[in-house]
């Protein structure tokens, strides 16, 4: 028998004030959006916002829905628009916010794993790492180098080969 481990670092911030102005744009932009998600149910609104090495930004918020598996994340709404309206355009960062009606909003969240699922598909598209800013409305910030690391023995095309 064989013993492995992964592991993998990310950076914490305390806040958006530690951040670099381009960071604290986007995580800025990612908490504005969250009033755009439809979220009547669960009362979870996400944002996710974009910046692509073009230079475009796009943002994308969850869409709940009464029949609970027809409704959709923030990040595979924004991975969805920007696949229609820049394909083959990598994304350099994203950065996914939250707030609640429910509870507080002064932590980092991480995608559900159908999320992690499709951006790392987006990265194997792109052959490009995305980058990550999590953070609630306030508190500490979290980045993370590439998607990638949020899904250790992910399943990839190269299965279906």
């Known amino acids: 028998m064989k013993e492995s481990k992964f592991e993998f670092e990310y950076e914490v911030y305390n806040d958006i004030s530690e951040l670099s102005e381009a960071d604290a744009w986007l ?10 998600a439809y979220a009547p149910y669960s009362n979870f609104f996400v944002g996710a916002v974009a910046i692509l090495e073009n230079g475009e930004v796009v943002a994308g918020t969850n869409q709940e829905n ?3 598996p027809v409704g959709i994340c923030a990040e595979r709404v924004l991975l969805g628009t920007i696949a229609t309206i820049h394909p083959k355009i990598p994304v350099k960062s994203i950065a996914i916010s939250y707030s609640s009606e429910v509870v507080k909003s002064d932590h980092p969240i991480s995608p559900c794993g159908m999320c992690r699922q499709a951006l790392l598909e987006y ?5 490009k790492p995305i980058r990550l800013i999590l953070s609630g409305q306030e508190g500490q910030v979290y980045i993370i180098k590439t998607a990638s690391f949020l899904l250790p023995f992910a399943f990839t095309s ?3 080969i």
């Not at 990265?123 to 052959?127: F, I, L, Q, S």
Request: glycine fraction near 0%; charge should be negative; charged fraction near 35%.
């Open 66 to 68: 009464a029949s609970y």
């Open 123 to 127: 990265e194997t598209r792109t052959e």
């Open 158 to 160: 190269s299965e279906l």
């Open 27 to 36: 995580l800025t932009e990612a908490r504005t959006v969250t009033e755009n």
